[in-house]
C-alpha cells in the first residue's frame, strides 16, 4: 500500500520560510513525478510545484505567484520530497499536500488526477 506522509507544516510570520517534506513508502520513488498542491480555505486545491521522476529530464514546474520563491527537489535515496518555500506572503496561507504519479504531466496540472495523496500539512503565514 502507497503512503505519503508530508510534514514541516506551522506557523510562521511573513518573509519567513518553512520547509516541507513528503516522505513517500510502498512504491519505486524514483520512479514516479511528484507535486505540490495546496488549498486555502474556501478555495480549490491548486497544484503549486511538481517535478519529474529520476529517469526523466529533471524538470520542474511552479506556477506564477511562487516562482523564485519556492524550490522543489527530491531525494530518492530517502524516499522524500522536499518545498523549500521561502518569503512567504499570508495568501501561502493553506493546507500543502503532495501527490505522486507516473506522469509529470498529471501532478502539474490543475486536475486532481495523480495516483496517490498525503494527508496535508498546515502553512499558516501571519501578516
Known amino acids: 500500500e502507497v503512503h505519503l506522509v508530508e510534514s514541516g507544516g506551522g506557523l510562521v510570520q511573513a518573509g519567513g520560510s518553512l520547509r516541507l517534506s513528503c516522505v513517500a513508502s510502498g512504491l519505486i520513488f524514483d520512479e514516479f513525478a511528484i507535486g505540490w498542491y495546496r488549498q486555502a480555505p474556501g478555495k480549490p486545491r491548486e497544484a503549486v510545484s511538481a517535478?519529474?521522476?529520476?529517469?526523466?529530464?529533471?524538470?520542474?514546474y511552479y506556477i506564477g505567484d511562487v516562482q523564485g520563491r519556492y524550490t522543489i527537489s527530491r531525494d530518492d535515496a530517502k524516499n522524500t520530497a522536499y518545498l523549500q518555500m521561502n518569503n512567504l506572503k499570508p495568501e501561502d496561507t493553506a493546507v500543502y499536500y503532495c501527490?505522486?504519479?507516473?506522469?509529470?504531466?498529471?501532478?502539474?496540472?490543475?486536475?486532481?488526477?495523480?495516483?496517490?495523496w498525503g494527508q496535508g500539512t498546515q502553512v499558516t503565514v501571519s501578516s
Open positions: 517535478i519529474s521522476s529520476s529517469d526523466g529530464d529533471g524538470s520542474t
Open positions: 501527490a505522486a504519479d507516473y506522469s509529470f504531466e498529471v501532478v502539474k496540472a490543475p486536475r486532481l488526477l495523480a495516483d496517490h
